[in-house]
């Protein structure tokens, strides 16, 4: 198949123009515009902007990292020309997409009567039989991969020389054509596939392959919420002892310790998944790359501090910086030890069920709650109208007695609030399978938990304390009961009238009840 590298323009008295200079397959350099794309003027074949801007985008072999047109050196090809051919038995049907390591197309499996992806993995700049034999060894290890978020092979090859894979064919798109067409993709819906892809990269771990270009244009929609990782082109076995590899992968995602020349290992994949997720949920890239040459491109990570949005997103809780920030770390060792860590932090901050729960459940729960409550703290209300009572009919000064009992009444919600801070669900909550969320569908921090539970429960925390003022002043005890009621109605009729069917401690707490779900 004849392709065409696009070489950056030299600084030459022939050359006018100082856009890329496209090579076309007659063997014609002319100027081109890396957004409109331009024509031979020798063939007059005509070269689209989306095929350079995705070339420019692609996977590359860095093997110069001083020379400009390295960075701009890449196989694109303007003309199918392999469509109708046989690999094995496989008939080609059109092709699906490319990039610098090779092209997809749609293909009939002749065997089993079936669609399929093949890949023809072609690189003009690599194309030494030894890389030819390590390409298909790193596709085999790719097929031993079991794993519902990777791509499954199910053929490896060769046709004239050129090695080529069967792959399940999937209906996508992928990650990198829906922030195209959408732009930034939900933090929910984000993080779930944040979450596939480390389970299927510690699943590659445990054969000792580093995927080595994690990016959303390998991650491919699989319908029904999932995705899976493709393109294990560039994948390295992590016990390797081969020092002299070249950095390969997409500079955007280059881990800085590559640069150094440290070589490859799973933090290095965590680096590119970073850069990844930070571009999913923010539709851009966490710092731009800068400079001429590929070197210069590649320090940016050495340099540069993540760009977080200086206004936050409402809808993206301030958990999700931090873990940016440690999958970003400049030092492997900075990053995560492990995918295990990685995916607890993940589901950490991965929101539940959002379906705000029922009024009957919240209602039965709160009665459970409050009858709970009020029973643990009776024996001490028993107490202090029984001295009050036997003092007064005695006339014993037993009164000093009833202010000791109703301050010892308060180890009943301390109790209850030290089993709340530690992450307990409540008796009427656990009942009716009910679950307290951050605004975010998190779970909340213990400090938000609870001055939360203080005023959801005001009425049974203030009732030992009413208990005791009535004896010494009615008057006041009333005041408390009004204000204790006052707080009942409004709380229960935010809960009616407002949106979310948030009471007003919520409100106040940034709180939810929903449906408890099982967050694994």
Known sequence: MQ???????????????????????????????????????????????????????????????????EFHHFEVDPEDDLANK????????????????????????????????????????????????????????????????????????????????????????????????????????AILYAI??????????????????????????AGDGRIKLSDFGLSRIQSGTETDTPIAGTPAYVAPELFRGEGFSPQSDMYALGVTLFELVFGRMPFELKGETVRQRLETHLTAAVDFPTSWPASVPHEFRALIERLLAKSPKDRYPDYDALLTDLREITPVSTTPAGYAPRAMAFVVDQIGLLIAIAPFAVAIFSINSYASANSLNWQLFIPIIAFASLIVPALYLMAIYRGWRSLGRYLFQLRIVEEHGLPPRSEQLVPREVLRNAFAWCFPLGLYVSLRSETLAQGIEFFLTLFLVINTMTLFVLKGRRALHDILCHSQVVLAVNRE
Do not use: W
Not at 122 to 134: F, G
Not at 206 to 215: C, E, M, N, P
């Open 3 to 69: 392709t065409s590298p696009i070489t950056a323009q030299k600084d030459t008295e022939s050359v006018q123009n100082t856009g890329p200079l496209y090579h076309c397959v007659c063997g014609h350099e002319y100027p081109v515009d890396p957004r409109e794309g331009g024509q031979c003027p020798s063939c007059l074949r005509r070269i689209s902007g989306a095929a350079i801007q995705n070339a420019i985008n692609a996977t590359v072999s860095i093997t110069d990292l001083d020379r400009t047109d």
């Open 86 to 189: 046989v690999f094995g038995h496989f008939r080609l049907d059109r092709r699906l997409g490319g990039g610098g390591m090779g092209a997809v197309y749609r293909a009939l499996d002749m065997s089993l009567q079936r669609y399929v992806a093949v890949k023809v993995m072609q690189n003009r700049n690599v194309c030494s039989d030894s890389r030819l034999d390590a390409t298909l060894r790193e596709a085999v290890a790719q097929a031993r991969l079991n794993h519902p978020n990777v791509v499954t092979i199910y053929y490896v090859g060769r046709q004239d020389e050129e090695p080529f894979l069967a792959m399940e064919l999937l209906p996508g798109p992928t990650l990198s054509e829906r922030l195209k067409s959408e732009g930034a993709i939900p933090y929910e819906e």
């Open 196 to 221: 596939q892809v480390a389970s299927a990269l510690k699943h590659a771990a445990l054969f000792d392959i580093i995927h080595a270009d994690i990016k959303p244009a390998n991650l491919i929609m």
